[in-house]
């Protein structure tokens, strides 16, 4: 028998750790830059290297043959912030806490990827193409640059601000032309496939009949120019890149349209791809893994050791070879239980079994069954997987950092689901009637009346979104709709009074209230809107929106030092947001302190070069100081970012007239009277009407 002393034992179990960690293949880590690109909503099934009947996708498809595949890669959410901080922190949303992209933060205390390749000598940027991923939800943790440069607001009601992948691409390349001779770490997020689908040229009319698959064409296009500058500028062979997506789209399978709502593979079974080339042989791999394997993943390759949190594991043995058995698979869907009061959907992915717990539970073999068309709940191995989905999440809720901010009502919420206190609760509080099956056409119902307004059929939409409350008057954004439905007819009366229906229901949701007080404002009734706002405030205090909105209407009530304050603690919270500059502009106008006024405009501009209201302000400046010649500039500049602005288009009718120009002022002034109708205050119903007369 051996003699080893104590010191010995301990260099020789050293040793043996080191080649257990490192000795797959003869790997030897290497400090590589890292890429990784999040493609929002995207199936596998839709990458035709995944698919290869599926949309032509040369660039992903050509890195995919160089690398290493992973045929069976899962989200552990269907929505794209809870998504991402899954991939960025190596941890479940039962232990980080985002379980939707609205009323959550991340906390400061998760450690994110761009943190810890950070303070391992990595410079790190993001580019964000889209109001989700928003620095305010606290996943700019770590990033030297977070380009967020979105529009303030898109153009289409109901959906979320975002930019092309071109533009995406192009500020990413500029970067990585100052960067590309330090040691990397590049996050590009492009939004293109998610819903409205609206491909660019020449994919809009190559995808004619399915726009969804010319947004997934478009986007591997964009991407392409990036892997080409890798290639060319020599970084190829020192660059990880990784390539995922959020989640997928439901494209009608189940019954769901979009995604957020059911858990089914079509929204949480996605692409993953990692390419190094030279380290790894190419490999499909058809081992079951998930979002919060990448981190651990990335760190492995590069040599070093993930944090202490993160609870995903390291793929670096599949990407070597070697076999790798399936792991446990927690996802979730809770949007419609903590936005609706509907039932909360969780599941787990053992042994290739997939189980779904809702009221009515559902089970799925997916290795003969992977599109979930044959229920086997009730299986003893069915109901051995649902007994340990609970013990999953007791085992990784402990320790749980809670999302920052998160309000009363949501905290009330995941606290009857044992996930605040690490213990379940409430399995059987949900009945049938809640069961998210069997209130899909009520959802449908809602997204068809969306879909009505937005095609101009709004006496349909608004009969529509009326059924869908008389079934679930516990529905907040039915609520919200159905008032915008109501303003954009001209009945702002009506509108409100679909809020104060709402509230007397018992609706307690932030957004609702921020909905009602900023349409209280918009009817000349702004001490109500600060009452209400608060109330908004007092249920979620870190959205900058409510602050913002509440600014406008002490604003509006002539309270212009609270004004200021609001606008200030909004910048607090989201230091680029160019709504507040400009409403800030417009605050200082009102005071006739136009050099502040004018700066406050400018930097409006500045992070949004899109905004109308901004240019408009700032002819507003120019006008008062004596320059209406820039004044007239800067109006028309508005109308080109936004040709129905009514504000810029009634001030160039007042400006032209005064500048002799009567056929221009006429123009504008006949546009006005049509694009406001009833809606104009009798002082300038007047006053077009006299320019138009003369």
């Known amino acids: 028998m051996y003699n080893w002393n104590m010191r010995t034992r301990i260099f020789l179990a050293a040793v043996l750790l080191g080649a257990l960690f490192f000795s797959c293949g003869g790997y030897k880590p290497r400090k590589l830059n890292v890429v990784l690109i999040t493609i929002d909503t995207l199936r596998a099934d839709h990458l ?8 032509k996708t040369p660039h992903i498809d050509a890195l995919a043959e160089k690398g290493v595949l992973f045929t069976h890669a899962f989200a552990h959410v269907p929505m794209t912030l809870p998504s991402h901080t899954s991939i960025l922190t190596g941890t479940l949303p039962l232990y980080h806490g985002i379980h939707d992209n609205y009323g959550f933060r991340a906390s400061d205390r998760l450690i994110t990827l761009a943190e810890f390749l950070k303070a391992r000598g990595y410079s790190t940027a993001a580019f964000i193409g889209a109001f989700p991923l928003d620095s305010r939800f606290g996943l700019a943790q770590g990033f030297d640059l977070y380009d967020e440069r979105y529009p303030s607001k898109n153009t289409r009601t109901f959906f979320f601000p975002e930019r092309r992948a071109e533009k995406v691409i192009n500020s990413a390349l500029s970067w990585l032309d100052s960067h590309r001779k330090e040691r990397f770490f590049l996050w590009v997020h492009v939004f293109d496939p998610h819903q409205p689908y609206d491909p660019p040229p020449p994919y809009d009319r190559l995808y004619e009949d399915d726009p969804y698959s010319g ?69 499909r791999v058809e081992t079951y893994v998930a979002h919060w394997d990448i981190f651990p993943t990335i760190a492995e390759i590069i040599g070093e050791k993930p944090p202490r949190q993160v609870q995903g594991r390291s ?96 905290l009330r919420k995941l606290l009857s689901l044992g ?122 205090d870190f959205d900058p929106e409510a602050w913002n909105y509440l600014g406008i209407a002490y604003w509006k009530a002539g309270l212009f030092d609270q004004a200021l304050q609001a606008y200030k603690k909004a910048l607090s919270l989201e230091p680029n947001y160019a709504l507040v500059y400009n409403n800030l502009g417009s605050l200082f106008l009102s ?49 080109e970012k936004n040709p129905r602005y009514a504000l810029a288009i009634y001030n160039l009718a007042v400006a032209l007239e005064k500048e002799g120009r009567p056929g221009e002022a006429k123009k504008y002034a006949s546009e006005y009277l049509r694009l406001m109708g009833r809606n104009i205050p009798p002082r300038d119903r007047a006053r077009m009407e006299r320019i138009l007369r003369r």
């Not at 035709?48 to 949309?55: A, K, L, Q, T």
């Not at 478009?218 to 989640?247: C, M, P």
């Open 591 to 639: 005071m006739h302190i136009y050099d502040d006024a004018a700066r406050y405009f400018k930097k409006a501009l500045e992070l949004d070069p899109t905004l109308a209201a901004a240019y408009n302000g700032l002819g507003d400046c120019y006008e008062a100081m004596g320059e209406r010649g820039k004044a007239i500039e800067l109006w028309k500049k508005a109308l």
């Open 48 to 55: 035709s290297c995944y698919n290869p009947g599926s949309v």
């Open 315 to 410: 793929l670096l043995p599949a990407l070597l070879g070697r076999n790798m058995g399936d792991e446990e698979i927690y996802f979730e869907s809770l949007s419609p239980f903590l936005s609706r009061g509907w039932a909360p959907l969780r599941g787990l992915i053992k042994d290739r079994l997939k189980f779904i717990d809702l009221p009515i539970k559902e089970a799925y073999d997916l290795r003969r069954d992977f599109s979930e068309k044959h229920n086997i709940y009730g299986t003893p191995k069915s109901k051995e997987v649902e007994r340990e989905l609970f013990r999953v999440i007791e085992r990784f809720s402990k320790g749980k950092l809670q999302a920052q901010g998160v309000s009363r009502g949501d």
């Open 215 to 283: 947004e997934v064409a478009y986007t591997d296009a964009q991407l392409g120019r990036l892997f080409d500058y890798l290639r060319e500028k020599g970084l190829e062979g020192s660059t990880l890149v990784v390539i995922t997506a959020d989640h997928g789209e439901g494209r009608g399978d189940h019954g769901e349209l979009t995604h957020g709502y059911f858990a089914y593979n079509s929204t949480i079974h996605i692409p993953l791809i990692f390419y190094a080339p030279g380290l790894f042989k190419p490999r």
């Open 419 to 540: 996930y605040v206190s690490g213990r379940v609760r409430s399995r059987g509080k949900f009945t049938v009637q809640d069961d998210l099956k069997t209130l899909l056409p009520v959802h449908l119902a809602h997204l068809k009346a969306m879909k009505l307004y937005s095609g101009g059929q709004l006496e349909e939409a608004i009969k529509l979104e009326e059924g869908v409350l008389k079934k679930r008057p516990d529905f907040p954004q039915a609520y919200i709709t159905l008032a915008t439905f109501y303003k954009a007819k001209g009945d702002i009366e009506r509108a409100l009074q679909v809020f104060r229906t709402g509230e007397k229901r018992g609706i307690q949701e932030y957004s609702f209230f921020t909905f009602y007080g900023m349409t209280l404002t918009e009817a000349g009734r702004p001490e109500e809107a600060i009452k209400i706002l608060k109330k908004a405030i007092s249920i979620v």
